[in-house]
């Protein structure tokens, strides 16, 4: 079974804040994706990466960066948190015939 | 205008009711289609791919309409455990595009 993890479900920061959120699969993905969920907006994609550090720009980078040092692991990075990255935080991997596996999600609010 | 778009809902049905839920897509470009379904506070779970020709799994049919460019999700005799949000995927080149899901509530 595909197993994708992040490193937390729930997070609480301060505005202004550094924020790191981190992913892993274990079943050597070479695409992996960051999506937030916002309710009436539904799943959109901040960045995605199809190899050791590849990254692209997905349809909402502003405020975000990541980091894939390594095949396993895709890190999502808040520079300087602001209340209006309070959201869900889905990370996601794929196999070569387009099925996409998600973490359990993080849900981050931002104060 | 948006890649994908979905009747949000919300769908509640008595058991046992069939119910269909059409996905439109904008680029008819896009390559693979599938439905996803979200549980509560969950993520979301691949449901079944959609091909051309339409596929089956049990009491679940997916159908691709490329002319027209949407896609259909029909569930026959619902059950308590159907309800769920769905959400409708679209593929073109590297990315994902997901609909804002169709919720769904089965009664008793």
């Known amino acids: 079974d595909v197993k994708v993890t992040q490193s937390s479900r729930y997070l609480v920061k301060r505005t202004g804040e550094k924020v790191f959120l981190e992913c892993v699969q274990d079943m050597d993905h070479e695409n992996m994706f960051w999506y937030r969920q916002d309710p009436g907006l539904g799943l959109r994609l901040i960045y995605f990466s199809y190899d050791v550090k590849m990254k692209e720009k997905g349809d909402i980078p502003e405020g975000y960066s990541v980091s894939r040092e390594k095949k396993e692991r895709f890190s999502l990075i808040l520079e300087s948190a602001s209340t209006n990255q309070t959201s869900m935080y889905l990370c996601?991997?794929?196999?070569?015939?387009?099925?996409?596996?998600f973490g359990p999600g993080t849900r981050l609010t931002v104060l | 205008r948006k890649e994908v778009e979905q009747d949000p809902g919300p769908f509640n049905v008595p058991e046992g009711a069939t119910v269909a839920f059409n996905c439109t897509y904008s680029n008819s470009a896009s390559q693979s289609f599938f439905w996803y379904r979200q549980d509560c506070r969950k993520e979301p779970k691949l449901l079944m791919s959609v091909y051309s020709s339409g596929n089956e799994d049990g009491r679940f049919t997916a159908q691709l309409n490329r002319a027209s460019q949407y896609i259909s999700l029909l569930i026959r005799d619902s059950k308590l455990s159907d309800s769920a949000t769905y959400l409708c995927v679209v593929n073109l080149g590297n990315q994902f595009y997901f609909g804002t899901g169709t919720s769904l509530t089965v009664i008793p």
């Open positions: 996601a991997s794929i196999t070569g015939g387009d099925t996409q596996y």
